[in-house]
Nanobody, 123 residues
C-alpha cells in the first residue's frame, strides 16, 4: 500500500505562485510514477503533470506546461508542483496520484490517491 498526502494549497491572486507538495509513504518500489490531477467544481478531473521516479521523465498537460514545474525531493519521497503565473481557471482541488511503471494521463490508471488540496486563484 502507498499513502499520499498533499499540502500547500491556498488562496492567491492571479499572477502569483504557489507550490504544492505530495508526500508518499509505503511500498513504492523503484519504477514509480507520481502525478498531479485537478478538479474544478462541476468539471471532470484532469491531468496536470507527472513524474517517473525511475526514468526521471516528466510530462505536462498543454494548459500548464509553460507555467508549472514538477520536481522531486527524493530524500523525502515527495513530489513538488511549482505553479507560476496562476490564473483563475487554475482554481481546483489538486490531487496527487501514483501508479507503477509508466506515466499515464488517465485517472483510472492510477491506483493510489491523496485527499486533495484546494487552490483558489482570485482575479
Amino acid at each position: 500500500q502507498v499513502q499520499l498526502v498533499e499540502s500547500g494549497g491556498g488562496l492567491v491572486q492571479a499572477g502569483d505562485s504557489l507550490r504544492l507538495s505530495c508526500a508518499a509513504s509505503g511500498r513504492m518500489g523503484s519504477a514509480f510514477v507520481m502525478a498531479w490531477f485537478r478538479q474544478a467544481p462541476g468539471a471532470n478531473r484532469e491531468f496536470v503533470g507527472a513524474f517517473n521516479w525511475w526514468t526521471r521523465r516528466t510530462h505536462y498537460a498543454d494548459s500548464v506546461k509553460d507555467r508549472f514545474t514538477i520536481a522531486r525531493d527524493s530524500s523525502k519521497n515527495t513530489l513538488l508542483l511549482q505553479m507560476n503565473s496562476l490564473k483563475p481557471e487554475d482554481s481546483a482541488v489538486y490531487f496527487c496520484a501514483a501508479r507503477q511503471y509508466t506515466i499515464s494521463m488517465f485517472q483510472h490508471e492510477y491506483n493510489y490517491w491523496g485527499q486533495g488540496t484546494q487552490v483558489t486563484v482570485s482575479s
